[in-house]
T-cell receptor, first 115, second 114 residues
Framework: DTGVSQNPRHKITKRGQNVTFRCDPI?????LYWYRQTLGQGPEFLTY????????KSRLLSDRFSAERPKGSFSTLEIQRTEQGDSAMYLC?????????????FGEGSWLTVV | AQKITQTQPGMFVQEKEAVTLDCTYD???????LFWYKQPSSGEMIFLIY??????QNATEGRYSLNFQKARKSANLVISASQLGDSAMYFC???????????FGTGTSLTVIP
């Protein structure tokens, strides 16, 4: 399977704990995106990387959130001191960098439940 | 700023009939792309179809077609010959040439009735 891969698929954590999600993009894609989706809403942009550089971050990405893509391949999204409001699905996507027509392809998402 | 509006929270269609899901957008960028994604209950966002702002013809992909009306800033998705497996959430999205984000609408829940 050469699609976008995310793990874990599901995570239940206690409030205050840290969680980390991993994303492996499609191999030839140099752009990687993180989105958050809550029930009844469309995906909301969090951040994106071009190769290893984090080029844009949303205001939604508080200082408890950090994302890395150290070698320009896989990426991690860490949430520190989780809050119940962090419960959502975290979607990773990847694309080629140039052109408005370059579709982003999503992974299956990582569901986070904070109890 | 870019904005996508989907005004139909839920739609029902009889199996084998066609259905149109509405999408309007707002952007000041002359170059942009419009996309539709399907999200089944499993959660994965599945790419369906793409339309470029300068494309002269409406995009088609199998049973999916995009009714692009640039002057009205609308990009409606038409699904022909609906199947039970088409039941899912459908999201319209836009990417402007000057930006890097994809902006999504709030989605339309489609239910296909046997």
């Amino acid at each position: 399977d050469t699609g976008v891969s995310q793990n874990p698929r599901h995570k239940i954590t206690k409030r205050g704990q840290n969680v980390t999600f991993r994303c492996d993009p499609i191999s030839e894609h140099n752009r990687l995106y993180w989105y958050r989706q809550t029930l009844g809403q469309g995906p909301e942009f969090l951040t994106y990387f071009q190769n290893e550089a984090q080029l844009e971050k949303s205001r939604l990405l508080s200082d408890r959130f950090s994302a890395e893509r150290p070698k320009g391949s896989f990426s991690t999204l860490e949430i520190q001191r989780t809050e119940q409001g962090d419960s959502a699905m975290y979607l990773c996507a990847s694309s080629l960098s140039q052109g408005t027509g370059n579709t982003i392809y999503f992974g299956e998402g990582s569901w986070l439940t904070v109890v | 700023a870019q904005k996508i509006t989907q005004t139909q929270p839920g739609m029902f269609v009889q199996e084998k009939e066609a259905v149109t899901l509405d999408c309007t957008y707002d952007t000041s960028d002359p170059s942009y792309g419009l996309f539709w994604y399907k999200q089944p209950s499993s959660g994965e966002m599945i790419f369906l179809i793409y339309q470029g702002s300068y494309d002269q013809q409406n995009a088609t992909e199998g049973r999916y077609s995009l009714n692009f009306q640039k002057a009205r800033k609308s990009a409606n998705l038409v699904i022909s010959a609906s199947q039970l497996g088409d039941s899912a959430m459908y999201f319209c999205a836009m990417r402007a040439n000057t930006g890097n984000q994809f902006y999504f609408g709030t989605g339309t829940s489609l239910t296909v009735i046997p």
